[in-house]
């Protein structure tokens, strides 16, 4: 099995910053497409950004210029950065992978955490 095990979430005032990290463990022998997604109360979840393995990345349009996801193939961790950050960023996000393991390649999640942008 593998864990995706995600830090950094919290409470910031709007315009401030926060970091998330995901780390890929367990029986894995790489993760190859990751990324983090975002679920808001009463909607659905959505695609914040994604990195491929040799650093192509995909932003949603609502976090272009303030959010960057970048990775350590090395540690399978992903980063997010997050500035400028606003009340509408508020949400559970939840890291997203596509990994190897013994039997085939299979998609995981993290089990979220909680960032809270005050106005």
């Known amino acids: 099995q593998v864990q995706l095990v995600e830090s950094g979430g919290g409470l910031v005032q709007a315009g401030g910053s926060l970091r998330l990290s995901c780390a890929a463990s367990g029986n894995t022998f790489g993760c190859h497409n990751m990324g983090w997604y975002r679920q808001a109360p009463g909607k659905q979840r959505e695609l914040v950004a994604s990195?491929?393995?040799?650093?192509?990345?995909n932003y949603a349009d609502s976090v272009k210029g303030r959010l960057t996801i970048s990775r350590d193939n090395a540690k399978n961790t992903i980063y997010l950065q997050m500035n400028s950050l606003k009340p509408e960023d508020t949400a559970v996000y939840y890291c997203?992978?596509?990994?190897?393991?013994?039997?085939?390649?299979?998609?995981?999640w993290g089990q979220g955490t909680q960032v809270t942008v005050s106005s």
């Open positions: 990195i491929s393995t040799t650093g192509r990345t």
């Open positions: 997203n992978a596509d990994c190897e393991t013994a039997s085939r390649l299979r998609n995981f």
